[in-house]
């Protein structure tokens, strides 16, 4: 698995800059055929705002929370997945967290290309 990360920057009307981070992800046919065998599609690799408890929030509030509540399942990775931050340093957060959770899930797809025969680890 190969991730590909492009970070962009933009101005609104206002002047207020916008950044930009659009993750992607290059699969073999292996990985892709081990996500489709092990049903790995709906596994979340990654989540802005996990639920939490929200209890007397407002309507609004709530509306906004939805907006920017962006959750990344391993189904997402070839097609790409774009994140806009308000900041420099939420981006790179983002960008840290889904790096950590693209790791995490080769280590998955690696295990799973053992299943049926054996590994040899020598130390």
Not at 56 to 79: K, M, N, P, Q, S
């Amino acid at each position: 698995m190969k991730l590909l990360l492009r970070r962009e920057q933009r101005s609104g009307m206002l002047g207020k800059q916008t950044f930009s981070l659009d993750v992607r992800a290059q699969l073999s046919d292996e990985e892709r055929a081990n996500i489709a065998k092990y049903k790995l599609g709906e596994t979340i690799l990654f989540q802005r705002y996990p639920d939490e408890d929200r209890h007397g929030e407002t309507r609004a509030a709530a509306f906004a929370r939805w907006l920017h509540d962006v959750t990344i399942y391993a189904r997402d990775l070839e097609g790409g997945r774009r994140f806009d931050c308000s900041s420099i340093t939420e981006m790179l957060g983002v960008e840290a967290a889904i790096k950590d959770a693209a790791l995490n899930f080769k280590a998955v797809l690696d295990a799973a290309t053992t299943f049926g025969g054996e590994e040899v680890l020598e130390f």
